[in-house]
C-alpha cells in the first residue's frame, strides 16, 4: 500500500513539473489544457478531435495548447521543424503501436527516425513512378478501372453508391501493387468483396484510444472490442508466403530482402500498406467524386470533362486541371483525419517561437493547414481547382499541402495513390456525368467546411449520365 501512495505522489510530482515548465512557455489555449488532458481525450473517444482542435486554432491562432504536455501547431514553420528538421522530423509516439500488424512494427509504426529510414529504402524504389507507369502495375490499375467502368454503365438510370465502389477498387489496386499477379477483384469475386466489407468497415477507434491511455483498463473492458480482420490477415499471409509474385510487386522486393525480415514482418507490411491504401484512396475519391458531383461544382466537371476528352491521348502528368483537381480534393478533404504526433527531442526545442520541454508532444493536422493561412489559400473552404495553377503563391501553396504528411516520413505510397486517382476520374469524366443522387451535403458539410472523415453511413450515391458530345 505504502508502495502506492509513493508512485502515486511521484507521479503527481512528475505531472506538476511537466506543467510547470510547459506552462512558462506561454503556450496559447483555453486554461483547463494547463492542468488536465481529459477534455483531448473525451474529443478524441468522441470523434471530435479534428474539429475540437481546428476550433482552438481559430481561436487562439497557429499555436495552440491541447493538453498540459501537447501543443498542436498550424503553420508552415510547426509542419518543417516538427516533420522535416534533422533529415526525418521528431520521433513518433507511442500512439503508433496501436497500428502494428501481427504484433510487429512495421516502416508506419516504427517509432525512430534511423530506424524507420533503414525500411523505407526497402520500399523506396517500388513506390517510385517509374515501377509504377513503367511495368504490369499500370495495367493492373487500368483493368480495375475498368471493372468501376462497368457498374457505373449498369447504374445509368439509377444511382452507383460509390463508397463501396471505390474502396472495391482501392482495394483492388492496392493488392494488385503488393502481389501482382495476386491482388483481389472484389468488383467481381463476391469473396474479395466480403475482405473489402471486413477491412472498410473495419472500426476500433475506441478500442484503441482505450488500449493507448488506459492499457491497464483495456484488458478488463470487453465493450470495445476490436472488430478482428480474419479473412483480411489470412489472405496477406497466404499472398505474402504462399504466392508467386511478379517482380514489379512490393512482396517480391521484400522476399529478395528475406535476410533483413522474417516471413511474418513481410506479411505485417503488406497488411499495412494495404490497410491504408484501402482508407486513403476510398475516402479521398468519394469526398472528391461527390463534391464534382453536387450542383456549386458542375462548371468545375465540364472544365475537367473538356480536358480529358480533348487530349486522350496524353500521359497522366499532361493533364493539368486533372492534377489541380484532385489536389484541391486531398487539400480540402484530406483523407488522413487525425494529427500526426511527435515527441520533443532531448534537451527540448524552440518551435515557432515557443520553448517546449523534452518529451512534450507536438502535432499537426492537414486540416487546420489547409484551411488556417487564407494568404496561402484564400478562400480556403471552397473548392477552387483553379488556384492550382496560379504561378502567384505556387511554393507557398506546395510547401503547405500535408495531404500525405512531409519530410522524410511522409507517406511512400503517394506515387501509387495519385495514379489510381487519375486513372480512374479520367476514365469516368471521360464517359460520364455524375450528380448527386441523393443529397448528402446537410451530412457531410456545413458551412461549406467538411467535416466528416467519412460519408455519413459510408454511403454516396451518385447517378451517372453517358456523356453527349
Known amino acids: ?96 503501436d496501436l497500428f502494428k500488424q501481427y504484433n510487429y512494427r512495421t516502416m508506419f509504426t516504427t517509432l525512430p527516425k534511423r530506424e524507420h529510414s533503414e525500411r523505407r529504402r526497402l520500399f523506396a524504389e517500388r513506390y517510385a513512378m517509374t515501377n509504377i507507369l513503367g511495368s504490369s502495375i499500370m495495367e493492373g490499375i487500368r483493368q480495375r478501372a475498368g471493372s468501376v467502368i462497368k457498374q457505373c454503365e449498369a447504374s445509368m438510370g439509377g444511382y452507383l453508391d460509390v463508397y463501396v465502389t471505390l474502396h472495391c477498387y482501392a482495394l483492388d489496386c492496392a493488392s494488385h501493387f503488393l502481389f501482382n499477379p495476386g491482388g483481389t477483384n472484389s468488383l467481381i469475386d463476391s469473396k474479395d468483396f466480403v475482405l473489402m466489407k ?19 483498463l483495456n484488458k478488463l473492458i470487453t465493450l470495445y472490442k476490436p472488430k478482428s480482420t480474419p479473412l483480411a490477415k489470412d489472405f496477406v499471409l497466404n499472398r505474402t508466403l504462399d504466392s508467386e509474385p511478379h517482380e514489379s510487386s512490393l512482396v517480391h522486393k521484400l522476399r529478395s530482402k528475406s535476410d533483413y525480415l522474417q516471413p511474418i ?36 466537371q465540364q472544365k475537367l470533362r473538356e480536358e480529358l476528352v480533348q487530349n486522350p491521348q496524353s500521359k497522366l502528368d499532361e493533364l493539368p486541371y486533372l492534377d489541380a483537381v484532385i489536389k484541391e480534393g486531398l487539400r480540402l478533404f484530406p483523407p ?39 494568404d496561402v489559400f484564400p478562400n480556403a473552404e471552397k473548392f477552387l481547382p483553379d488556384r492550382w495553377l496560379q504561378k502567384e503563391g505556387e511554393i507557398e501553396r506546395n510547401r503547405l499541402f500535408f495531404a500525405f504528411a512531409s519530410g522524410g516520413r511522409g507517406c511512400i505510397g ?56
Not at 506479411?267 to 461527390?290: K, N, R
Not at 526545442?349 to 523534452?358: E, H, N
Request: proline share 4%; glycine share 6%.
Open 1 to 96: 500500500m505504502l508502495a502506492f501512495y509513493v508512485l502515486g505522489l511521484a507521479w503527481i510530482v512528475y505531472t506538476i513539473a511537466h506543467i510547470v515548465r510547459i506552462h512558462q512557455t506561454k503556450v496559447p489555449g483555453p486554461w483547463y489544457t494547463k492542468l488536465t488532458s481529459l477534455a483531448l481525450k473525451y474529443h478524441e473517444f468522441s470523434r471530435h478531435r479534428r474539429l475540437w482542435i481546428h476550433d482552438l486554432h481559430l481561436k487562439y491562432g497557429p499555436v495552440v495548447r491541447l493538453a498540459p504536455n501537447e501543443v498542436s501547431f498550424a503553420n508552415l514553420e510547426g509542419m518543417k521543424e516538427i516533420y522535416q528538421s534533422g533529415g526525418s522530423g521528431y520521433d513518433k509516439t507511442e500512439f503508433y
Open 198 to 216: 471486413e477491412l472498410s468497415y473495419h472500426d476500433s477507434l475506441k478500442q484503441r484510444l482505450i488500449q493507448h491511455y488506459w492499457p491497464t
Open 265 to 300: 514482418q513481410m506479411a505485417a507490411e503488406s497488411m499495412d500498406h494495404m490497410a491504408a491504401g484501402i482508407d486513403t484512396t476510398g475516402d479521398g475519391l468519394c469526398f472528391l467524386m461527390h463534391e464534382l458531383s453536387l450542383p456549386r461544382s458542375q462548371q468545375i
Open 336 to 374: 488522413i483525419p487525425m494529427s500526426l504526433p511527435r515527441y520533443v527531442p532531448e534537451n527540448g526545442r524552440t518551435v515557432c517561437g515557443y520553448t517546449l520541454p523534452a518529451g512534450s508532444i507536438v502535432s499537426c493536422q492537414a486540416y487546420s493547414l489547409h484551411l488556417l493561412d487564407k
Open 414 to 469: 503517394k506515387n501509387l495513390a495519385l495514379v489510381e486517382m487519375k486513372t480512374l476520374l479520367r476514365e469516368i469524366y471521360s464517359r460520364f456525368t455524375t450528380k448527386v443522387s441523393v443529397d448528402m451535403t446537410g451530412d457531410m458539410a456545413i458551412d461549406d467546411q467538411i467535416i466528416a472523415s467519412r460519408p455519413k453511413d459510408q454511403t454516396c450515391l451518385l447517378s451517372f449520365q453517358e456523356m453527349t458530345v
